[in-house]
Nanobody
């Protein structure tokens, strides 16, 4: 079983910054990619940013130039640095990880519990 624990959400004023963290643990053999998704009330969940094992990154157009995804050297923890936050960034942010787990061997596609980000004055 693979667990993801997120932290770092909160309330911030427009133009402010927040940094989200997501730590993966459990019977992980490899992580192919990790990412951050968000879901605002009444909207579909959308991919915000992702990073592959090799370090390639991808961003939704609305956050390019404002958000940066990164990972630690071990590759089991990712971060989302969010700058110049806007009210439309308000959502629950979810961490996702995909890869190969051991004992038993299987592919996994795991989600964190979500962390609320609210941008408001």
């Amino acid at each position: 079983q693979v667990q993801l624990v997120e932290s770092g959400g909160g309330l911030v004023q427009p133009g402010g910054s927040l940094r989200l963290s997501c730590a993966a643990s459990g019977s992980i053999f490899s992580i192919d990619d990790m990412g951050w998704y968000r879901q605002a009330p009444g909207k579909e969940r959308e991919l915000v940013a992702s990073i592959t094992r090799g370090g390639s990154t991808n961003y939704v157009s609305s956050v390019k130039g404002r958000f940066t995804i990164s990972k630690d050297n071990a590759g089991n923890t990712i971060y989302l640095q969010m700058n110049s936050l806007k009210p439309e960034d308000t959502a629950v942010y979810y961490c996702n990880a995909r890869g190969l787990a051991e004992t038993p061997w299987r592919r996994y596609d795991s989600w964190g519990q979500g962390t609320q980000v609210t941008v408001s004055s």
